[in-house]
Nanobody, 121 residues
Framework: QLQLAESGGGSVQAGGSLRLSCNASIDAYRSVCMGWFRQAPGKEREGVATIRIDRMSTWYADSVKGRFTISRDNAKNTLSLQMNSLKPEDTAMYFC??????????????RGQGTQVSVSS
């Protein structure tokens, strides 16, 4: 069964850093693409970053480029999101996703339960 479980959220001040982790079942980890998206209260979901399994190519939303880094640890079946220089507008629930189709959609076709990130000014 494909499962995803996020951890690492919390509360930080602006300019701080957090590292999110997503523990994935082996089926999830072998997905074509894995990623992160977020949703703030009253707002639509927003893609944050994706990473492909084949060439390890990455995509980032313009709003996080240069501040966030997505990575995979193949030995631990773990997807990570290093978030630096956090801003109050980064406050949201962050979700890990996996796409088992031929596409690389940030919302995937599987997702975890989410972890909350709160950034204060």
């Amino acid at each position: 069964q494909l499962q995803l479980a996020e951890s690492g959220g919390g509360s930080v001040q602006a300019g701080g850093s957090l590292r999110l982790s997503c523990n994935a079942s082996i089926d999830a980890y072998r997905s074509v693409c894995m990623g992160w998206f977020r949703q703030a209260p009253g707002k639509e979901r927003e893609g944050v970053a994706t990473i492909r399994i084949d060439r390890m190519s990455t995509w980032y939303a313009d709003s996080v480029k240069g501040r966030f880094t997505i990575s995979r640890d193949n030995a631990k079946n773990t997807l990570s999101l290093q978030m630096n220089s956090l801003k109050p507008e980064d406050t949201a629930m962050y979700f890990c996703s996996a796409d088992t189709t031929q596409f690389c959609r940030w919302y995937g076709n599987y997702r975890g339960q989410g972890t909350q990130v709160s950034v204060s000014s």
